[in-house]
Nanobody, 123 residues
Framework: QVQLVESGGGLVQAGGSLRLSCAAS????????MGWYRQAPGKQRELVAT???????NYADSVKGRFTISRDNAKNTVYLQMDSLKPEDTAVYYC?????????????????WGQGTQVTVSS
């Protein structure tokens, strides 16, 4: 019902920057929270940053001061600006969205994930 399409990943040298984008489309009544998670090889998926509908943000300690999450509500798109990248930021980055749908008789919410985009930071 909802598709999340990520873009912007790639290979960058340590100290460089990348900007990830995630566009949501489909049967959407309202997008509540959106966020970014990442998973490095052999590790569990972890939270990177989240942004609620009232613009409250939450960042992992490891990215505070370097990453910035933002959102364009008109485009149903969330961004992750990543600066001062480090080799330990290398991972597959996944977009997540909590979406409210308008059903025939009620509203209901569901969470969706994008397909992931690879970010590789070389030393």
């Amino acid at each position: 019902q909802v598709q999340l399409v990520e873009s912007g990943g790639g290979l960058v040298q340590a100290g460089g920057s990348l900007r990830l984008s995630c566009a949501a489309s489909g049967s959407i009544f309202r997008i509540n929270g959106m966020g970014w998670y990442r998973q490095a090889p052999g590790k569990q998926r972890e939270l990177v940053a989240t942004l609620t509908s009232d613009n409250s943000t939450n960042y992992a300690d490891s990215v505070k001061g370097r990453f910035t999450i933002s959102r364009d509500n008109a485009k149903n798109t969330v961004y992750l600006q990543m600066d001062s990248l480090k080799p330990e930021d290398t991972a597959v980055y996944y977009c997540n969205a909590d979406v409210t749908h308008r059903g025939a008789y009620r509203y209901y919410s569901a969470a969706y994930w994008g397909q992931g985009t690879q970010v590789t930071v070389s030393s």
